[in-house]
């Protein structure tokens, strides 16, 4: 581990405890660093295994980080927490790399400045962490689930053999969202914490995917469900992206539409619906588009016309089939202006167990700089359980982990005054 020679080198924390609830990349990170400070440390989790929407991240290439500038980085999360930009410029996406590089795994920037382990894989980097975590003494007990506190105040589990009970002198939480349920985080957590007094906001999706308002037609659900919007731009809110997104069977999906995800789900939460912009040609300004839309096409189809002149075919063409009148089709103006900017109107986020990540979570305020529950003293709290969120691009890994090393920092320093 970095640093193993300072190992145990707070004062006061020879023999002290802490238990660790979560063994996702926060939890780990709480792990690696209460082990540094000399903390004994035990991990526990609900599922079978250690980290696994972790492994999941890794699925699709683990974006780890992202290598824009900082002070850009953490324009990123929302809302803007001067604790967590803290933690973020303490342990940012350059140590990360640094870390990840420690552990023997090497890492590119690819060319939209997202940060990758050079095989994309995040198996691989959670087998050295573990490794590397086990031989500095973490020791893990896995099908345990954090129940709360038994009558003595001690943080309880059931386990295959029951409900058993822990002492620790202090205890991490690092119990991830709410989406992807089955991979362990399923936000049981929060009636929880509210029950002692902690002030959490409701999980919510983020990085999610919308029904369209009225839904597609079944023709168009049941040719273009799973296909890709490609080179596409949405506008909403003021905000100009480019990118791609997929059609769902109910509406839409995928890194562009995550990218306004917040916005768009707090503007459904306030007016009912949210309508943005799309420019089906992004790369073709109104002018060039009015021009060729309305150019003489003879005895041509308007779709061949259309496709001839700007490549216009597939899922677009339909949508705009979908979304315009007959009349609206055949206005060369009007259809020239919906090929630039077509409203298309949302009605509700998808369900937060498909989110790719949770908003909302332990409020700021319920924590001290430390992390540490101010109704709980000796509870930290840590990773996406948390009230923040971000868009993809390793935002999410790297906040989760910055938080989790200062979770565990945080218990460290308290019981090195705490203790007597
Ligand atoms: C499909 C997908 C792809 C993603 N890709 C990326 C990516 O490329 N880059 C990126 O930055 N982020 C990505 N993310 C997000 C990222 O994986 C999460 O933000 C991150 O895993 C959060 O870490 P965490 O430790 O806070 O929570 P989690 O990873 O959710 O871990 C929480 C752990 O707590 C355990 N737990 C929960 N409740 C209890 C309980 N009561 N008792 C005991 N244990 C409990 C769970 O079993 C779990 O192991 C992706 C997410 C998904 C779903």
């Known amino acids: 581990m970095e640093g193993d020679g300072h190992m145990g080198e707070q004062a006061g924390l020879q023999g002290a405890r802490v238990a660790i609830v979560g063994a996702g990349p926060a939890g780990l990170m709480s792990a690696e660093a209460a082990a540094k400070a000399g903390l004994a440390v035990d991990v526990y989790d609900a599922m079978p ?17 992202h290598a824009e500038a900082l002070d850009r980085f953490l324009t990123r999360l929302r809302p803007q927490q001067p604790a967590l930009e803290a933690m973020v410029r303490g342990f940012g996406p350059e140590a990360l790399r640094a870390w990840a590089a420690d552990l023997g795994v090497e890492t590119f920037v690819g ?20 490794h590397r975590l086990r031989a500095a003494g973490v020791r893990f007990h896995m099908r345990h689930r954090w129940v709360g506190w038994d ?36 936000g049981a957590w929060v009636p929880l914490l509210q029950a002692a007094g902690v002030a959490v906001h409701p999980l919510q999706p983020s990085n999610c995917g919308f029904d369209v308002a009225g839904g597609w037609t079944p023709l168009f659900t049941e040719r273009y469900a799973g296909q890709p919007f490609k080179s596409v731009a949405i506008e909403f809110g003021g905000v100009r992206r480019k990118g791609e997104f997929v059609a769902t069977a109910s509406g839409v999906e995928g890194s562009l539409v995550y990218a306004f995800s917040a916005d768009l789900r707090e503007a459904i939460a306030r007016e009912g619906q949210a309508t943005f912009s799309l420019d089906l040609l992004p790369d073709r300004d109104e002018a060039f588009v009015q021009r060729e839309v309305a150019h003489p096409r003879g005895s041509r ?22 979304r315009l009148s007959r009349e609206e089709i055949h206005a060369p103006e009007r259809l020239a202006q919906a090929i630039k900017a077509l409203p298309v109107t949302l009605s509700a986020p998808r369900p937060i167990d498909e989110a790719i990540s949770s908003a909302g979570g332990v409020d700021w305020a319920a924590m001290d700089e430390r992390l540490m529950l101010r ?29 989790g090393r200062a979770a565990g920092e945080g218990a460290a320093r308290w019981l090195a005054i705490s203790r007597p």
């Not at 250690?50 to 699709?60: E, Q, S, Y």
Request: aromatic share 6%.
């Open 151 to 186: 009558a003595e105040g001690h943080p309880a589990f059931e386990t295959p053999d029951g409900v058993q009970a822990v002492t620790c002198d202090a205890l991490v939480l690092a119990l991830g969202g709410g989406s992807w349920a089955r991979l362990g985080s399923d």
């Open 375 to 403: 109704a709980r003293p000796g509870v930290f709290c840590a990773g996406e359980m948390l009230d923040w969120e971000a868009p993809t691009g390793g935002y999410l890994l790297t906040a989760t982990m910055a938080t």
């Open 111 to 130: 060319s939209s400045g997202r940060v990758f382990p050079t095989d994309m894989k995040a198996a691989p980097l959670l087998r050295a962490w573990l």
């Open 301 to 322: 189809s308007l779709s061949s016309h259309l496709k001839g002149r700007l490549g216009l075919d597939g899922i677009k063409m339909s949508l705009l089939h979908e």
């Open 49 to 65: 295994s250690a980290g696994r929407k972790f492994l999941l991240a890794g699925r699709g290439g683990l974006n780890l980080t």
